[in-house]
């Protein structure tokens, strides 16, 4: 098993920057890729960015440019840092693990552009 906790949601204004956290815990030795997706309201879930074991990026188009996804193996933790905030950005973001078995998730953190 595998658990993920977010954190660095909250409220921005447009353009402003903002970074999320996603720690890991338990069986992490099995962790391959992660990443992060979002839900806005009314919207399906989304991949945002992802991020391979050997550090290979993946990004939305809606996305590249503005988010960089990193990952630090030592702390087991992944990050997303977001600049050039947009309102359409507004969601829940949610962390994602996978061991090549399972999907694993966390239970999401709001960010909100607005001003």
């Known amino acids: 098993q595998v658990q993920l906790v977010e954190s660095g949601g909250g409220l921005v204004q447009p353009g402003g920057p903002l970074r999320l956290s996603c720690a890991a815990s338990?069986?992490?030795?099995?962790?391959?890729?992660m990443g992060w997706y979002r839900q806005a309201p009314g919207k399906q879930r989304e991949l945002v960015a992802a991020?391979?074991?050997?550090?290979?990026?993946n990004y939305a188009d809606s996305v590249k440019g503005r988010f960089t996804i990193s990952r630090d193996n030592a702390k087991n933790t992944v990050y997303l840092q977001m600049n050039s905030l947009k309102p359409e950005d507004t969601a829940v973001y949610y962390c994602?693990?996978?061991?090549?078995?399972?999907?694993?998730w966390g239970k999401g953190t709001l960010v909100t552009v607005s001003s």
């Open positions: 994602k693990a996978e061991n090549g078995v399972m999907d694993y």
């Open positions: 338990g069986s992490i030795f099995s962790i391959n890729d």
């Open positions: 991020i391979s074991s050997g550090g290979i990026t």
